[in-house]
């Protein structure tokens, strides 16, 4: 079983959600990003995705832009990336993590190379943005020949058709964007996301994870009721970037991000089971307990 299915199977058995949120590596600048990865899973983050940062992030709000040329400005690429990730795994041999980003750096690398040194690093799985998925045969295969999940975004103008393409090669679990849109736009329409995951789940045999428009922990509950994972990213990005990346803002930059995090999870914990308490283990995840 994968850190990732081992990951949703844990939560399901104690009726909790899965929250994910989501970073750019090297924003503000590449030291922060492992130490804020561990204490985002010490605030109580299931899975993490990090931001392979590219210069054309054409599904991403003008904030996760900005994180991109931040990141490239400090020299941020894709192998960089996996050597946080490499760093991260010293300490972290639990946590799944998957990299989110496009397409040019991974055909760059070549698909079956950055599959191996994904996989080396301790990546769980991969979200590329642009790729499509009547496409992605050759690099669903790589990923699969070192155990990497490919995970595809839904948005809420798929098609049925397309729906099927998806689940017949999506492993994991599925991204659904809850937005017509880019990252960090609109008003979140919890109905009108209920009524979507009912057609989702009649085609896809995986857990469900739901984006965009996720800014504070009422959302994050919200969507807890009626998703598997509440995934969020602009709203840290933001307090990145509020951040200014100065170095003495650095600590207060990792509480302000985990203090955001912490009251979604207790806010999703509580919408599911507002009689139970949460008891925190070693590594800040916990089991629901009357």
Known sequence: ?????????????????ALIPFVTAG????????????????????????????????????????????????????????????????????????????????????????????AAAGVDGVLTVD?????????????????????FLLAPTTTEARLRVIAAQARGFVYYVSL???????????????????LLRRLIDLPIGVGFGIRDAAAAAAIARVADAVVVGSALVRLVEESGGEAAQEAVLQDR????????????DEALCPDTTVESQENGRGELKA
């Open 1 to 17: 079983m994968s850190r990732i299915d081992e990951c949703f199977s844990r939560l399901r058995a104690v009726g909790r959600r």
């Open 27 to 118: 924003d503000p600048r590449p030291p922060v990003t492992v130490p804020l990865l561990h204490a985002m899973v010490e605030a109580g983050a299931d899975l993490i995705e990090l931001g392979v940062p590219f210069s054309d992030p054409m599904a991403d709000g003008p904030v996760i832009q900005r994180a991109s040329e931040r990141a490239l400005r400090q020299g941020t690429s894709l192998r960089r990336v996996l050597e946080m990730v490499r760093a991260f795994r010293r300490r972290d041999a639990h946590t799944p993590l998957v990299l989110m980003g496009y397409l040019n750096p991974i055909e760059a690398m070549g698909y079956e190379r950055f599959a191996r040194e994904a």
């Open 131 to 151: 790729m499509s998925p009547e496409e992605a045969e050759d690099y669903t295969a790589a990923l699969a020949a070192s155990r990497l999940d490919p995970i």
């Open 180 to 198: 017509k849109g880019v990252t960090g736009a609109a008003t979140l329409d919890v109905s009108e996301v209920t009524g979507r995951l009912v």
């Open 257 to 268: 991000i985990c203090g955001l995090l912490r009251a979604m999870r207790t806010a999703m």
